[in-house]
């Protein structure tokens, strides 16, 4: 499944919300059968009224959300390019996630040195930024010379030394691939860690949360890319508590929403996944799909099987079976629709799937 590495320098925060990350995984992983519990991996479900709404129409036992996984990944210091740190693995382990979420302090505690020896959330984003620019121009010094043999003789290689050659100069000028704007499907195996998308958690103070002036600056930082602001200890806290208490504390610090709720949604856009719904008596559940995916690649997430032997789709829309009350009134209104397999799931359908096993 898809997964979105947490990378960041030292002391900012990030094993602060890792754990929190973990603490909600585990309850979350209570409901899942089967579920492991990988201690780098933090899992957080995206939180969906939907499901509620479909679990009162159906009484379904439990409601299972969508999850996104979140990989711990330590080691990024000054210098991880450099084999600095644990570098190479750091650099490995990050090149097998589908997207980075950069951690960087705001919070201003005198009693938690900044490697830098001060807070500064442009320099640190710069700092990160510039190992991940470096670690990408070592690839692609790599590539170079067998490229430019290939492309003697071969037109795709030829296409393939172009686009390195374009990523070779927007890297040089200290800009990201992700953020260049260029055409990145030719370099997509080379797997270069600047080419995937990017979010960005800033962890303030409690009382910057509310900060309007603050947040728009942070955001302005990494525009286009997206912006989580939370406190890393207040959702450590909140973790623990029970529902009522946490949305107190919540609410104390003036925040309708967890950060680690917002970290799912926006984690969730940032790797353009979309959800299709499942509703029963035993479950109403998420499904994590990318956006564009037929029918059947959508009935490959519940079992390959489904995928294979998928026949057909009977999808109707959540606000039209909502409307209709009941599976049974959509089909009778006409809302409930036969799809095959050529068929592009839309969020929100909520789907039967017919299968030969
Ligand atoms: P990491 O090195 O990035 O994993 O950072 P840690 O999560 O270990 O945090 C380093 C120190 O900063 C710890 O003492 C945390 O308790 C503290 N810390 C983390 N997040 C916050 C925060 O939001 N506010 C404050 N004041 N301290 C924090």
């Keep these: 499944s898809l997964s979105i590495g947490i990378v960041g320098l030292p002391n900012v925060g990030k094993s602060t919300l890792f754990n929190a990350l973990t ?94 020896g001060e807070v500064s959330p442009r320099r640190d984003i710069e700092t990160i930024n510039t190992e991940l620019i470096l670690a990408d121009l070592q690839t692609l010094e790599k590539v170079l010379p067998r490229l430019t043999k290939e492309a003697k003789q071969n037109k795709d290689a030829k296409a393939t030394l172009e686009a390195v050659e374009a990523a070779n100069k927007v890297l040089d000028a200290g800009t990201t691939l992700y953020a260049s704007g260029l055409d990145l499907a030719p370099l997509r195996d080379l797997h270069l860690l600047t080419a995937k ?52 504390l919540l609410q104390s610090v003036g925040q309708e929403e967890s950060g680690l709720t917002q970290l799912a949604r926006i984690g969730f856009e940032t790797l353009g996944l979309q959800t299709y719904l499942t509703a029963g008596p035993k479950e109403s559940r998420a499904w994590t799909i990318r956006k564009g995916a037929t029918a059947p690649e959508a009935a490959g997430v519940i079992h390959t099987d489904f995928q294979r032997g998928f026949i057909k789709a009977e999808v109707v829309s959540f606000d039209d079976l909502v409307a209709a009350g009941s599976m049974a009134s959509a089909r009778s209104a006409g809302k409930a629709r036969i799809e095959g397999k050529e068929y592009v799931m839309r969020d929100g359908d909520v789907v039967e799937f017919r299968f030969n096993v």
């Design 23 to 116: 603490k909600s995984g585990n309850a979350l992983a209570a409901n899942y059968p089967f579920a492991t519990i990988d201690p780098n991996v933090g899992v957080v479900g995206v939180p969906d009224p939907r499901l509620n709404t479909l679990g009162e129409l159906f009484g379904s036992a439990r409601i299972l959300p969508a999850k996104l996984e979140f990989v711990d990944i330590a080691g990024l210091v000054r210098g991880a390019s450099e084999g600095q740190g644990r570098g190479n693995r750091f650099l490995a382990n990050i090149r097998e996630t589908d997207a980075i979420c950069q951690v960087i302090r705001v919070f201003s505690d005198p009693d938690v040195t900044h490697v830098d």
């Design 197 to 248: 998308p990017f979010l960005y958690v800033f962890n303030l103070d409690a009382d910057e949360l509310t900060d309007d002036d603050l947040r728009a600056r942070m955001a302005a930082l990494v525009a286009p890319a997206e912006a989580v602001f939370l406190d890393a200890k207040i959702e450590s806290e909140l973790v623990e508590l029970p529902d009522d208490e946490a949305l107190e």
